[in-house]
Every structure is written in C-alpha cells, then in structure tokens.
C-alpha cells in the first residue's frame, strides 16, 4: 500500500473514532434536554463547524496531498532570523531543557523553523495558539477562538490537524458543550510533551542549532 493509500485509510479510521465520540455527546445532549435542531443530521459538531458538515466526505489522494504541502509552505514566515535574536548565553541554555527553549521568543522562533523543516509546524502553532487562549477573558472571544482551534488543529479534515490520542480528543468533545479558555489544556499538554520527547532532541543534534551556536560566537564582523 503506498503512503498516500495509507494516509487515506488512516483518515477514515480517524473519522469513524470522531463520529462515535460526536455521537457519544450528542445522546449527552439528548438526555440534558439541548439537544440541537440539526441533531438528527449531525455527523460531528456543527457548533464549531470543525468539518463543515462533510464528515461523510474523504477527499482524495491528491487533493490531500497538494493542499497540505500547500498550507505548510504558505503557513506564516515567522523563523529564527524573525524573532529577537538571541544571546550566547540564552541559546545554550536551550540544551539544558526544552522548558527553557519555550519559555524564549528567540528559542521558540527557531524551534519553530526547525518544526517547520520536519512537516510538524502545527504543534507550536496549536501551543501558542493555546496559550493566547487562556489570556483571554471575553466569553464571546472565547468561544469564538475555542472554535477556530477546533478548526484549525483538531478536527480530522484540517491539514493542520496534531496528533491526539483518544482520550484527550473525548476530552475536548466534553469541553467543547462549555468552551472556556481552558478547553484544550489536556491536549496542549500532549502536544508539549511531544514536542519534548520527540522533536526536541533532534533540534538539539540538529545543523540549525549548532550553527546558531557557532554564528553566536564569533565576533561580529569589524566595520
């Protein structure tokens, strides 16, 4: 089987573990008395439009495939020569642990870059995105960033979509009937320690890092 077949076959594995954990919610709502007007044509949640009610649509090889390398090449331009560029200090500490790498805007712009080399640019993405989420207050803001998440990272059809294990997506399926600033906190915790174990160490054996050292220590240039 090639590995566009697989990738297809692994999408509606995804899609049909959705859709029992959409229906699972939707009985939820039935017995709580709120259920939607749609309930008896939803096939996932309508609410935050996270498929675009075409749960029963798996798009072909190609288009998969094309729109994908699409969005990742288009996908910001945010890297390391963007972010504050950083001390000698401050980048070596990034070895001594991945906390310190994120709790940098320099270390994060060039984890991010490195992210991007290896197709997997949508975990910071989703982390960050998090992390403006819990800053914010408004109910409305929230709901409606709870739900451009949801579209962006979680749903099964996004090109964007991070890796979840089941129990964190039920989770999410759970929040998503409240959404707060806190909704996806279990999963960006996930996603954290992924990134930790194992995108991490190879940014820390990586060319990219160690000439990022390398340039730091030489002297600058003399004018």
């Given amino acids: 089987m090639s590995m566009g077949s697989e990738r297809v076959e692994m999408r509606k594995r995804q899609m049909q573990v959705h ?6 919610v939707l009985q939820a709502r039935n017995r ?8 008896s044509n939803a096939c996932c949640f309508c609410w935050c439009c996270c498929c ?7 798009r072909s090889e190609d288009e998969t495939i094309q729109r994908t390398t699409y969005e990742r090449r288009t996908e910001g331009t945010t890297n390391c020569d963007d972010s504050p560029k950083p001390t000698l200090e401050e980048a070596r500490s990034w070895s001594t642990s991945f906390e310190r790498l994120m709790k940098s805007a320099a270390g994060r712009g060039c984890f991010r870059q490195f992210l ?8 910071m993405m989703f982390w960050l995105a ?30 964007k979509e991070v890796s979840l294990d089941s129990r964190v997506r039920e989770v999410i399926n759970r929040n998503m009937l409240e959404p707060t600033s806190h909704t996806f906190d279990d999963a960006q915790q996930q996603i954290y320690t992924l990134m930790q174990r194992d995108s991490y160490p190879r940014y820390m054996n990586s060319a990219a890092y160690t000439d990022l050292v390398k340039g730091l220590e030489e002297p600058p240039p003399e004018p």
């Fill in 19 to 24: 859709q029992e954990a959409a229906a699972s």
């Fill in 32 to 39: 709580m008395g709120n259920t939607p007007t749609n309930a």
């Fill in 52 to 58: 675009s009610c075409s749960c029963l649509t798996v």
């Fill in 116 to 123: 991007r080399t290896e197709f997997s640019e949508e975990n």
């Fill in 130 to 159: 998090c992390e403006e989420l819990k800053k914010e207050t408004n109910k409305t803001v929230v709901e409606e960033k709870v739900r451009q998440i949801y579209e962006d990272f979680i749903s099964i059809l996004s090109p």
